[in-house]
Every structure is written in C-alpha cells, then in structure tokens.
C-alpha cells in the first residue's frame, strides 16, 4: 500500500504558517557532522524522509543519533567506523554524496554506492570528483561503487566549472583537514553554503568567504562538538507564498529570511500578487488579477531553479503569456506535463516553456514525479475545480515537513488515502 495525497479545490485560503529548517543545509549539516569528535546538535530539522534516511546511514556508520522533541538532532559520531555505505538508504537520496566528503576528509578513505534523488535529467558529480582529486585523492568507480582515497589531502586551488553548490560543499567538507589552505573559486553562494560553514567554524574550521564566489579554508586537525541552528527553508517559504498568492485570502508566512527570497518577492511583485514583506514574514492578501511574467532560473541569489515548478503553476492564473527559461536543470519540465493533464496550456521548448494563462484548473489523477513538481501539483489541486489525486506523494515526503497538514491548518481540504501499490 501506498500514499496518495487527495485534495478539494476551491477553498480560500487563511492564517499562519511556519517555515521549518532548510532542507537542502540539513542534507549537509547532518553529513558534516561526523567531522566532529563529539557530539553535535543541530536545532529546527525538518520532519522529512530525507533526514530518517541519513539517520539511518549515520547508524550504518555506527554514529549514535538521538531524537529529542519535535526538531532537535544530536548527532554523536564518537563511536564511529568507516564501513562501505551501500545501504539502500545511501541510494535513495542525491545528499548522500556529502558522505563522499565527509568521509574523505575524517578518513582518507570512502567506498559508497552511487547516489540516488530527484530525477531532473543529467546529475554529474564530476566537479566535486575533480576537487577531491584535487586535493590529492584517487577515484575509482566500479560495478556502482565510488572508492576515494588519499596518503594525504593538501590544500590547493580549485577552481569549479559551474558554481556547484554539492561540490562546493563537498569540497569544503574534504579539505577542512587537509594540509594548509584551499581556495574554492568559483564558489556557490547559496545560504545553505553559508549556514554549513557557519556550523563548521562553530567546531572549530577555519573557513572564509562563505557567500562569496571565493572560499578559502586553512586546514586543522581536529575538530569539536557544538549547537548550531538550521537557517529557515527559503525554498518552502517560496512554496507557501506561491501557494498564498495563487489560493489565500490572508496568509502570512513567517520564520523566513526575506533577503534569501529577493528574486522571487520581486517577480511576484512585477505580477502584481498583494503583499507585504517584513523582517521575518510576508503578509498576502488575495484577489487581484495577476500579470504575466517572464522568469529565468539561476544560482543563488538568482531564481532558485526549485521555485520554478510552483511559479509554474501560479502562472498558469496569470493573465497573458509567461515564459519560464530553466538554466539550471535544462530537462525539469515534466511538471508541466502533469499540468497539461489538469488544464494548463503550457508549451515546452527545453530549456523553455510559455505559459499561456489564465486557465481554469481540473482535478484529475497525477503523478509527482520530483519533489518539487509534487510541490506544484499540491498548488494547482488547491485552485482547481473537483478532486485532484497525487500519486508518488513520497517525493514530497523527501522534503517538505508536513506539507499537507500544514495547508489544512490554513483551511485547504487535503487528505490522504492509501492505494495499492
Ligand atoms: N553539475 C555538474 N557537475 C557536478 C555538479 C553539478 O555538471 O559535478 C551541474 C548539474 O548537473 C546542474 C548544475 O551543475 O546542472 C547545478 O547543480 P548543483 O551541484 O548546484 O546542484 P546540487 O548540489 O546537485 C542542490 C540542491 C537542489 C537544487 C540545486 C540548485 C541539495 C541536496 N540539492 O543540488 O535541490 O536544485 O542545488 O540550487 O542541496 C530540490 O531541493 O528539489 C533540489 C533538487
């Protein structure tokens, strides 16, 4: 048996929600955590599949993790062994590639299986090879099977093709112990970079830049336990205030950052959605006709290619001819397939898409075929007419906490029903 996630469209939508900790810092702070030679506690995790998934890797690795309260983490790798990580946890999710680093850094050494996650068409890791590489490791991939390995890691310059925020991390993971300095060019800049340096400062590295497209990291030789809380979801706050401007009459989304959200605020602002942004939330009020919009998605503090699909949907209520231009991830358009099937008229030219709007929505049966296409189903069930069925719901269940009973507090009718597999 599995879930599906059913919803009723059409009711307004009122009140309050809370953002939970970053999603994608979280996939990094938990791996980094084992650099640690005692415990670590890391504060607002999100209730996500994603996190029971590195849980249970982290106790493959023999690293206590102990639950305490809703959203606290304490993560104590004192006890721990580098064994081979092929179990399937390892495969389900991209994020565990951070092990990759974590391990090589702590270790020397690391055999992993490949890594699994959201498909969104051609996911290489060669940057992040390179840099390990760099720093003085060989790779070897056999029969699904990456085996790193290192006499000794020595800081180097390196500098990233593509500002990746997985090999950006990895990298700074596997350096902080090597020998000397490494300079990262060409860093990512996303928050969630800032926030996992911030937490391996905290245990004592010596990292500058982070936020910069320079990072430089001096090497140490040991490092210490601490606290440290996740910065708030800036990707969840963008779904909830898409979700608003497309459903509400009054919401408000709070414990966000609303310097971490610029490119999309302003996008919804040349829409015309009605809002005002504060300094840790963002009040929107309904019933305005929107306008058509052109969007390109790009690093940080670009557009978050994450955000697309849900704008997506908004758009899809906009009136006139959206164009959405996917840098990113040139082939993350499948959502708009499964909008197709509920009414959108959407044509896609990859890396493209026009949207021509407004279109009234229509329940129908459709599949989440990535976290955050699921993300831009949930809304267009929100606004469509009749019951709109969500199957593969456990894309969505990776990575937002609670989505569901989250929207139901705010007076939307989702449910979930369980069907055979
Ligand atoms: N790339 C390479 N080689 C590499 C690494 C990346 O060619 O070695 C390319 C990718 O194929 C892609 C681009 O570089 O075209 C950007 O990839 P990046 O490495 O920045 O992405 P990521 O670290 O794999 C994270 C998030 C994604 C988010 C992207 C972009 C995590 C666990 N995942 O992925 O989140 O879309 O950054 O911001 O942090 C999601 O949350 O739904 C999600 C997919």
């Known amino acids: 048996m599995k879930d599906v996630i059913r919803i009723e469209g059409g009711r307004k939508l009122n009140g309050t929600v809370r953002v939970s900790g970053a999603k994608n810092a979280t996939v990094a702070l938990i791996p980094a955590s084992i650099l640690a030679s005692g415990p670590v506690t890391i504060v607002g995790v999100p209730n996500i599949s ?11 690795l023999k690293v206590d993790v102990i639950q305490k309260g809703e959203d606290h983490l304490v993560i104590d790798p004192t006890h721990m062994e580098n064994i081979t990580l092929d179990h399937p946890a390892v495969t389900k999710l991209r994020a ?23 498909y969104l068409g051609p996911r290489p890791i060669d940057l992040h090879l390179k840099g390990f590489e760099a720093l003085g490791a060989t790779v070897k991939y056999e029969q699904g099977y990456y085996t790193l390995e290192a006499k000794e890691l020595v800081g180097t310059k390196i500098f990233l093709d593509f500002a990746s925020v997985g090999a950006t991390i990895n990298i700074l993971m596997a350096a902080v112990f090597a020998k000397g300095r490494t300079t990262i060019e060409n860093a990512a800049k996303e928050p969630e970079i800032i926030d996992v340096v911030t937490l391996l400062n905290k245990m004592g590295a010596k990292i500058r830049g982070a936020g910069t497209n320079v990072i ?80 390109k998605t790009l690093p940080y503090p670009g557009l978050a290619t994450d955000l697309q699909a849900p704008l997506t949907t908004l758009m899809t209520q906009a009136y006139g001819e959206s164009t959405v231009t996917e840098t990113i991830y040139p082939q993350r358009f499948k959502h708009c397939d499964e909008l197709g099937k509920m009414g959108a008229r959407i044509d896609v030219n990859m890396p493209s898409a026009v949207i021509h709007g407004p279109t009234k929505l229509y329940g129908v049966d459709v599949t ?9 189903l949930v809304i267009a069930g929100l606004i469509g007419d009749g019951i709109t069925t969500i199957d593969e719901v456990y894309h969505i269940d990776r990575g937002y906490d609670n989505l569901d009973g989250k929207l139901k507090n705010l007076g939307a009718n989702i449910w979930r029903d369980q069907i055979e597999e």
């Open 96 to 118: 565990s590639y951070y092990f990759m680093g974590a391990l090589l850094g702590k270790y020397k050494k690391v055999k992993i299986r490949m890594s699994g996650g959201c």
């Open 50 to 60: 994603d996190v029971k998934s590195l849980s249970t890797i982290l106790q493959e």
């Open 216 to 295: 430089t990291i001096d090497g140490v030789t040991e490092l210490s336990g601490c606290f440290h809380e996740i910065i708030p979801d800036r990707i969840e706050a963008g779904t909830f205030i898409i979700i608003a401007a497309a459903a509400a009459e009054h919401m408000v989304v709070e414990n966000i950052i609303p310097q971490h959200l610029e490119a999309l605020l302003s996008k919804l602002q040349e829409m015309d959605v009605d809002m005002d942004v504060q300094v840790d939330r963002v009040t929107i009020r309904g019933g305005r006709q929107l306008k058509a919009i052109d969007v």
């Open 368 to 376: 989440a075929t990535d976290l955050r296409c699921g993300a831009s």
